[in-house]
């Protein structure tokens, strides 16, 4: 083998590792980004998971207040008792 056919052997291998070590850097990178952009995701849901279900904790709550008002109001209409704005059905 000659020097100077080694010479190009040596540029081809170094050149070849140049761009693959480019290459594996530039997927890495990406790589990082996208986790790290699946991550903000993530806390956002956990966060939005955390905020409905404190909703719900809260709407219980709620929803038997709304449910005896509702029987209240019943109970107050079928004594004949309405509201002013209640539209009469005949």
Same mark, same amino acid.
């Given at each position: 083998?000659?020097?100077?056919k ?12 140049v761009i693959?070590?480019?290459l594996?850097?530039?997927v890495l ?5 996208s986790?790290s952009?699946?991550?903000?995701? @993530? ?7 955390a905020?409905y ?16 008002r @509702? @029987? ?12 002013e704005?209640?539209v009469?059905?005949?």
């Amino acid at each position: 083998m000659n020097e100077n056919k080694f010479k190009r052997l040596v540029a081809a291998a170094t050149a070849t590792g140049v761009i693959l070590l480019v290459l594996l850097i530039s997927v890495l990178i990406f790589q990082l980004i996208s986790i790290s952009i699946e991550n903000a995701k @993530w806390k956002e849901l956990n966060a939005a998971i955390a905020k409905y279900e404190q909703l719900i904790e809260e709407g219980g709550d709620l929803i038997e207040i709304r449910q005896t008002r @509702w @029987w209240i109001e019943q109970r107050a209409r079928e004594l004949g008792y309405r509201y002013e704005d209640d539209v009469e059905l005949n």
